[in-house]
Every structure is written in structure tokens, then in C-alpha cells.
């Protein structure tokens, strides 16, 4: 028997590593892809929203009637159509939901929390005749105070969003409902005492906006209800039985009874991992027993689907005169939005992460403000903690006239580190990263004048999770996967890839699918940098156990004991007798028939083992002093991916993310007015960055196997959007000489700074 | 209110429609005639996905009325290959790996085809200026613009 668990560390590969075209590219080039928004069903109907045009307000009323008359209007829902929940915390990847919370984000009930929160749908046979009945939905508001920034929230005066919520994590715990709920400590040491023997204290603090995920794609799902109460359900997810097992409980339907296809994916990262568009359009659909299709604009996409925070953040880092770190501290303060659920857990983790700490503390809370409830962004919480502490540690460097990658080459985490968070560090490539910047041309290019460079290393946990998928090897010798994980950047590839280097056949003879939630046992969504890393592992495994079955078969047609037969390079070969004797998959396929029937292997797991990437970047920014315009000159990332399955999307992942992070940095953010409402609703004025505002990207893979995986992947796609915000600020604090401690460093900010220090 | 009666030409085939006066081409190609190759990102003329060609002009389906589309030549991705090959930017890009999500594709490969057809030879920077108007939000633009790059040097050498 093949050892299931057996790593390829060792072995020369063939495939893997490679750069090999893309299972779904062609119809990705050709506009054949079909994501959320391109399906239609026939007797289709169109739902819309109607959303809250205040920040903060009772609902007294809601009457429906003068709409559900107007002709072509076939049903309409509110809270009245979606059932209650007790107040329940269960993990979703990265993020902690509460049903209680998402059947009120979904739908109103006692009150709306943000401009935008949705009140009611409707559903109708045109566009237009539904957004007349929007209209003709009569509400009555009790307008309340609203409340937007941590540090108002916080106030003991401040108004309160729910008047339940008793902070978590306090001792004795409150008596009195506030904005804050909950905090959370991390850490180990006496941070006290350490700085009292360190010989160098930085203290700041800093602020970051709220920014979104800003995916092309809007969210956007097809339902369809039947009158026995079976429900199919399209839509553009990170996880499709995510959405099915939050809208069958939202919904109260069986997980059997409703059907999730995911569709092809605009864009996601992290921001298609909860339920916003899905409950309505299936309830709209259950009511008027017709298909609905429902599709947020891009402003519904900005005021009513989940940001990150922004934040402050207070850090404080002690060191000896050789620049090791005796002491670290830091209070990070989240906007959760309306619901609690910041990501500040992770971001209090992973905040001294990428360090070899001996006296640490991190503490985090959670507020609810009235703003839209955040929801996962790429490495959520991390980027805005590992900020703060990389923007420290680099005001040290200055100070001691240390190289900024040599102080932290002093204090890097390895493996055996223990984790500020607890867990002792197997093998991971902070090192690795920083001696690969080191020797990068890049960081001995000269800089031209206003120009400066920043550095800054990132840490992000990556996760596994529940998982489970299939192969079948077809009677002419191909090859079928099915993936439960949604592909959003290439991992049909991957995944294609992992099998062609196991079985020895090629590529293009491998057809990979994702599945729908009837094809598969459960698959946590596609997140945390989990799909390759676990997808992965059940790809190979299931492989090798049809590897084994193949063998069985040959051994069968060739009636020897089943010892007696190899697998190498795509046949199966008899080690004993004297002439060489080989089948190749394709005949051992055609004859499955013959043997005992189709060929076919699963696996199904809770993947554990993910290995934590590091990253470094380096960055050269020009600072433009009459206008404060920062522009990025040069930009090199350099990351540890354990092992890049297929490089080119590595590197993508590495340069989406650094790019992300640049919007992060020097541009984005929500703005609000007094009223409460958002008034950068579209991509002409919550700007991202555009192709004319970047250089290349330029990158380096760094590869420090995960020992976890049978090829020694980590996971990638969140670390490459942390480092960037700190180097970023650094670059532009060495150019001006002036420290930056607020992102965005937006041409009006950095003025005014330039302007009056 | 009565519909207006469009004839126009995509892709090379004769269409005729109904359309209100207030919905964008986007709309009916997407809608009306269910090609939905073009995409929606915005709907106000910021990203670029609905990218389409209305006689040789580079436009935003999204801000062009179908009405305007009557007597015109219009050309979207759907029209980019022909027969079974794949126009020369479709292979490199998949070849580059220049997509990830692939939302914003068909649309930066029709802008670059016409930015191509404008101009043969043209620099990084001029590939990013001409881009700027398509937002892609996974690739940081990289292999975006080295495939652009690439696949010019390609089409003059051919
Ligand atoms: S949809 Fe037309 S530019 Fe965005
Ligand atoms: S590939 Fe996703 S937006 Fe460009």
C-alpha cells in the first residue's frame, strides 16, 4: 500500500513547479465563464433591495401593502419572513459568526445599524417595476444617535447598538450594555519588567481606515424554489456549502433541500464568505414560487457588504542598544461595524508574530460602530496590527542606526519559536525572506532625490479545515477531479497539477471540476490560504488510493499477487519476471469493466498542519513635495510559499496582494459625513489602484517546506497584502524624515504633515 | 412606454432588438441577447469590464444607451476568436497567467486589442495609461502588462 501520508519533499518533480496553461483559462479569455450575474432561468423574476437611509433607527413600521398591489410585483419580504435566533458563536474560518447577528445583517428587525442595512426585498418581473415598489414600502423611523469611530464608541455617553451587548473578556464583567464586545489578550512574559531593563522604548499609535475587499464582481445569485420545497441556488461564493448550511439554517430548510452551485468568481478575498444576497433571493423565490435573480450595484456592494476595520492601534516596543526586542505591547481597537466580529483575534496574534518574543503582550476590542459589518479581508486583522509594530520597529532601526533588515534578522522567528499567540513554530522562512531581500538588487539600488525605502515583514497564520474530493479514472484513460473548494486564482491548475505528478499522466488528460453540494461531502470555503494547501492534500490522497486500485486491477488481469506490481510514470509494471512488463492507465481504464467495475477514490478530512508563510517586501516611494503625492518607484515581495504548485500563481498572489496593499496605504478608505453616510460609493472616488499607478511588481519565491504536505505547501494568498501598509509608510517617513503614523497617505495628508510636521 | 427598434451588427452578425430608451447597451447585450461575456462592475463607467468595441471605438457598454447602438458595428469578447483559434492576446494571457478571477479579462483584452490595432509598438507606460480604465482588483497589473508587452512583440514579429 502507497503511504497516504508519504511527502514528495524529496522527489525529483515533473509537473509540479512547472507553469502549465490553466484548466478554465479558454473560457475565462473567451467570456464563456459563467459567474454569478450571467445565469438566467426561464419565467425569471428580478429582486431588489430596499436599504436604510439612516445610520441609527428604531424600526416602528414597516407596511408593505401599497406594493404588493402594483402590478407585476410577485412577493416582497421582510423580517416577518425570516425566524429568530438565540445568540450563538461558532467559527467560520478566520471570522466568528452569530446567527443571531446574521439573520438581523441580512434583514432588519428591531432596528437598522448603518445606511444601507437592508429592510425589505422585493421581487418583480422587471427592474423597474421592483424598484417602483421599493418606493412604495412605507417605513417609520425613530432616527437615533449614530456613532462611528472606536474611540466615540468607546464613550461612556456614547449611543449603544445593542443593548445586550456586555463586553466578553472583562473581569468582573459588566453590568451595563456598551459598544465594546469584547476583549482579548495574548502574550506571555512581563512586559513590565521588560521594558524597565530595555535600553531603547518606541512608543505610538497609529490609525487605519476602513477599506474594502473591492472585488470586481458584485455579489449577485439566481434562486429557485420549487413547491416541494427544494431549492437550487446559484451564486458567486468563496464556499458553497457555507452559503448552503447559513441559508438552510436562515431559511429553516434541511442541508439536503437546497442545492449550492457556485458560480465562476469575480473576486472575493474574504469578502464572499458570508450570506448577504442568497436568503433573500431564496425566500423571495419560496414565496412567488418563480426563479429570482438579485444582483447588488457596485454602492449596495460598498454600504452594505463587509469591509475591514479600520482601527487604531497603540504600540510600544523596547529594546537593547543591539537592537533585540526585551519588550513588546500593543492595543489594537477594531471597528466591527454593526454586529461584534472584528478581526482583531487574529490581528492580536499575529501582531509580534514574525518575532522571537520574550516578554509580549497584545490586546484587542472588538467595537460596533454604525458602518457596514465587516467581513474577512485578506489575512484579516493582520495587515493593521503587523502595521503598527513594523512601523515601530523601523523608527528603532533609525534611532539605533541599524540596517532595518538587520534588526529584524536579530529578532526573526524560527523554527521552535514560541508564538506570542502560544504554539511553538515548526520550520517557517522569516530568515529565509529577509536574507532573500537582503540579496536583492533591489535593496542596493540607489534613490533618487525625495525617494525613499521602506521594509516590512508580514505573518499570517493560514489554516486547513474540512475537506473532501474525487477522482474517477474514465474507461478511455482520463482522469476527473471533484473540488469542493471554490477556484479563485487558478487552483484547478493546482489541483490538476498535484494529480498528473502523482499518477504520471499529463495534464491535459485531467479534467478538474468544482463541485456542487450534492457532488461532495462538506468543504469549509475557499480562505485562509487553505484551498492548495488543503484541496490539496485530498486531491493526492484520493489520488494515491486510485493508484492503489489500479494496481489491483493490473494485478488482476495480469493474475499475480498485488505486491508484485509498481506503479511508475502513468503504468502499472510488474517488478518480478524476467521480461519487462507494463499496462498503462488508459488500458488498465477500458478494462475497469472487466475487473470490478468504474475506478474511483475520495478523500475526505479535516486538514490540520497548515504552515504559516512569511513575507518581506521592499518598496521605493517618491514622495512629490508640493502636492503630497506619494508614488510608488520600485516594489519587490518576497514570500515564503513552502512550495509553489505553479509559480506564476504564486507570484499573482504575491503581486494582487501587494497591490491591495498599496491602495491600502496610500489611497483608500470609506468616508463618511455627519449624517452617517457613505459618500464614496463607487470606484471613481473610493479609488483602487489602477494600472497606471503601479510599477511591476517584481517577486521572489522563498520555499521552506511545509512538513505537512506531501509537497510542502503553505498556503499564500494572505501575507502579501501585510507587509505592504508598514513599508509603505516607512518608504515614505525616510523620505520626508517626518514619521507617518495614519494610513491613508493620501496627497492631503501627507501635505498637511510635510506642511506642518 | 413603447420600445425602440435596434438594428445593429455584432460580431459580424445582424441583431435586431427592442429596447427602452434608458437601458444601456450593457444591459441588452447582457440581457437581451445573453451575451454576457461582457461584464457589469460598476455600471458608471469606472472599471472597464463592459469594455466592447462600437465601430472601432473603445467604449463602456455600460455607458453607451442601446438605442445609440442602431446602424453601428459593435464587437465584444464573444467575437475575439475565430472559429477554434484564439485571437493571439486570449493565448497569451492564459499562456502568462495574466488573469486570476478572470472578471476583468474580456474587457482588458478588448481594450488591449484596440489599444494593438492603434498602436503597434507600444511602452509599458503607454500599455498603462491606456489600461487605467480597467481595474483589476487580483493581479496588480504584472502579468497583465508584461502579456500586453509580449504579445505586441509577437503580433509584429508575425
Ligand atoms: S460596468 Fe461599465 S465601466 Fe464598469
Ligand atoms: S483577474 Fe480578477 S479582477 Fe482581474
Redesign the pocket.
Known sequence: MNDMTQNNLERALKIVGTRPPRPDGVDKVTGRALFGSDKSLPNMLVGRVLRSPYAHAKIISIDTSKAEVLNGVKSIVTCADFEDFPSEFVPNGEMIVNLKDITRNIMAREKVLYVGHTVAAVAATSEDIAEKALGLIDIKYEVLPHVLEVEDAEKPDAPVLHEDMMTIGIEPSPKKASNVAKRVEFGFGDVEKGFAEADLIVEREFTTQQVHQG??EPHACLASVSEDGQADLWCTTQGAFVVRNFCSKLLGLSAAQIKVTASEI??GFGGKTVVYLEPLALALSRKSGRPVKMEMSRAEVFTSSGPTSGAKVWVKIGVKNDGRIIAGDCVLKYQAGAFQGAPVGPGAMCAFAPYDMVNVRAVGYDIVVNRPKVSAYRAPGGPISEYGVESVLDEIALKLEMDPIEIRLKNAAKEGTIAPYGPKLGPIGMIETLEAAKAHPHYSAPLGPNQGRGIASGFWFNIGGETSSSITINEDGTVGLTLGTTDI?GSRASMAMMASEELGVPMDLIKPVIGDTNSLGFNFLTGGSRATFSTGMTVVRSTREAIEELKKRAALLWEVDLNQVEWVDGHARLIAGDEPKTMSLAQIAKQAGKTGGPIMANCSMNVTGAGPSLGTHIVDVEVDTETGKVSIVRYTAIQDAGKAIHPAYVEGQMQGGAVQGIGWALNEEYIYNDKGELENTGFLDYRIPVCSDVPMIDTVIVEVPNPNHPYGVRGVGETPIIPPLAAISNAVSRATNIRFNELPLSPPKVLAKLMHG | MSKTHVSTCINGDTHEFLCDTQNTLLDVLRHELDLTGSKEGCATGDCGACSVMLDDRLVCACLVLGVEADGKEIETIEGMSSGSELHPIQQKFIDLAA???????PG?LVATKALLTKNKNPSEEEVRFWLAGN?????GYDK?VRAVLEVAADMRNA
Not at chain 2, 481595474?135 to 493581479?139: E, H, I, M, P, S
Request: proline letters at 0%; one cysteine or more; a positive charge.
Open positions: 472585488y470586481i469575480g473576486g486564482g | 488573469l486570476q478571477c478572470g472578471i476583468c479579462t482588458v481595474l483589476c482588483r487580483c493581479t497583465i
